[in-house]
């Protein structure tokens, strides 16, 4: 610490104040956060993008959760279109102190572009359609009408039952898949993909649409399950019902639970955070009309691209490449039941504070201590208090705590 004190850290702070002072208009950590995920060039499902179970969400089948959880959605969507949702905020010894919400609106209509050197940004705030995946097969309904109003739940849930009657049994062409792999890869299967057939037309609705469903047939999330729920919804087990570009994805189970992936570049926790707390306050108030047989049903288009020898090869290929790539990945969970959050507050302690120091202590007592005592870790620290506020990251391995494991 007192090498980097004396040594690189100034230098660096200076780049960073004048990084800041250059970009009066926006906050230092925006453009540097965005442009290293876009840069990356690893395949975002193993790199970037994240998944969540949303807790207590549980309905009698696939297609009313589906319909249920589109319609919240979209009520989310309009509040913020309209600017009638009630702002974000952060109390402080109740002081509530508001945040930065310039991220919420790239939770819809919003994709992530591949390109050869780093991706791009897509935002198309006229969407309206939602994207629908199942068994590699995918298929385009209106989420809203022409004046932007929302339908009854029962509309989407008949949408939802007649494309899961539609669909083939077998597996569609899978052309997700592609978006498993590296990026310069996609960038340039995305190209030759969009110069056959009407193609160009079936991306722009795919990039365009309000938001993406994923029909999981494989997914089925009990309580003693913990471990393959997460790992559906964080990287799936066929990559070909993903479009893991799209900002936001519900994934929903077979046995009616929910889930979402989310693309990392330009959205944090804070965004979906919000989005889970609405949609679960709001769960089950939206009526589901025992017939409806009289409801107007919605224009569904099934999507089908045109694909030669050497892309169904690529799909192919990607499908192995993401079992072999998944391999490598270990997922783990703990959880506390007797001890945790609520008791950690009662006494005073902040629960993300005590989990850094646990790892630091853990660590310490396997590897013998490093010099110091601590090795580097690290930690959130979130910046929404400012515009365009990122989650930034902060070192663990602090002089106090040097002293406090020896």
Partial sequence: MKAFAEGVGPLLDQELRENDEANPGTSYVNGLWRDMYLSNRRPLVFTDNVGFIVADWKEDNMALAAARATRTLIEFFKDLKEETLAPEVFAVKGVKIPLDMSQFKYLFQTTRVPGTKSDSIKFSPLAKNILVLVRGHMYSFPGVDDDWKIFPTSVYLQAFNSILQDCPKEMGEGVGALTALPRKRWAADRDY??????????????????????????????????????????????????????????????????????????????????????????????????????????????????????????????????????????????????????????????????????????????????????????????????????????????????????
């Fill in 193 to 406: 993909l969009s110069r056959m057939g009407g193609n160009a037309k079936l991306l722009e609705q795919v990039d365009s649409a309000l938001t993406l469903v994923c029909l999981d047939e494989d997914f089925i999330h009990e309580e003693g399950r913990i471990v393959e729920s997460m790992e559906n919804v964080i990287v799936g087990t066929e990559p070909a019902n993903r479009w893991f570009d799209r900002s936001l994805a519900l994934i929903v189970s077979k046995n009616g639970h929910l889930g979402v992936n989310m693309e990392h570049s330009h959205i944090d926790g804070l965004a979906v955070k919000r989005l889970f707390h609405y949609m679960r306050e709001r769960k089950g108030i939206f009526p589901i009309y025992k017939t409806q047989d009289q409801l107007k049903p919605l224009p569904i288009k099934r999507l089908e691209f045109t694909l030669d020898e050497m892309l169904h090869e690529e799909v192919v290929k990607v499908r192995l490449f993401f079992k072999s790539e998944k391999k490598s990945v270990t997922f783990s969970h703990l959880q506390m039941h007797t001890f945790g959050r609520d008791r950690l507050i009662h006494h005073g302690l902040s629960p993300d504070g005590f989990l850094h120091v646990a790892f630091q202590a853990a660590n310490h007592r396997m590897e013998g201590g490093h010099e110091g005592g601590v090795v580097s870790g690290k930690g959130v620290a979130c910046t929404a208090r400012f515009l365009h506020g990122r989650t930034e990251s902060v070192n663990t391995g602090t002089l106090g705590l040097c002293g406090g494991l020896q």
